[in-house]
């Protein structure tokens, strides 16, 4: 399994879950839970960074440079940031109009098929 994402890995093993519990379609059914594992190697992964960070003697708020000084102009930006972001989010319909039509979501972006526990837990993390 050379040069696997944990993403496609995480599929793997829903797909093996799906399919032990007597899905008849599991590779299918496990694409909207893209929303619940893609949280859980988020979530994975912060923790080791923090792990990493901890052996080399710094804080995950240290690799953001917040100090209690700083906290103000920081939070005063993030408008700036989001602004700046606009163009870039109105280009991405146009943008994904050829491969995707004219569809209000590309697939991957939609949860599909999901127990209420799972939407739920996707919406909220």
Same mark, same amino acid.
């Given at each position: 399994?050379?040069? +696997?994402?944990? %993403?496609?890995?995480? *599929? =793997?093993?829903?797909?093996? @879950?799906?399919?032990?519990?007597?899905? %008849?379609? &599991?590779?299918?059914?496990?694409?909207?839970?893209? +929303?619940?594992?893609?949280?859980? +190697?988020?979530?994975?992964? %912060?923790?080791? #960074? /923090?792990? #990493?960070?901890?052996?080399?003697?710094?804080?995950?708020?240290? /690799? !953001?440079?917040? +100090?209690?000084?700083?906290?103000?102009? *920081?939070?005063?930006? =993030? &408008? /700036?940031?989001?602004?700046?972001?606009? &163009?870039?989010?109105?280009?991405?319909? $146009?943008?994904?109009?050829? !491969?995707?039509?004219?569809?209000? %979501?590309? &697939? *991957?972006?939609?949860?599909?098929?999901? $127990?209420?526990?799972?939407? @739920?837990?996707?919406?909220?993390?």
């Amino acid at each position: 399994m050379k040069n +696997t994402d944990p %993403l496609r890995l995480a *599929q =793997i093993t829903t797909s093996g @879950i799906l399919w032990a519990t007597g899905d %008849l379609t &599991p590779w299918e059914s496990s694409r909207g839970w893209w +929303t619940v594992y893609g949280t859980l +190697t988020d979530a994975a992964c %912060l923790v080791l #960074l /923090v792990l #990493l960070l901890r052996r080399e003697g710094l804080r995950l708020r240290d /690799v !953001f440079g917040l +100090t209690r000084t700083n906290w103000g102009p *920081q939070l005063r930006a =993030i &408008p /700036v940031y989001l602004l700046a972001l606009l &163009p870039a989010v109105a280009a991405a319909s $146009p943008a994904t109009l050829p !491969f995707y039509g004219p569809r209000a %979501l590309p &697939p *991957q972006v939609t949860a599909i098929h999901l $127990p209420l526990w799972a939407a @739920i837990y996707s919406s909220t993390l």
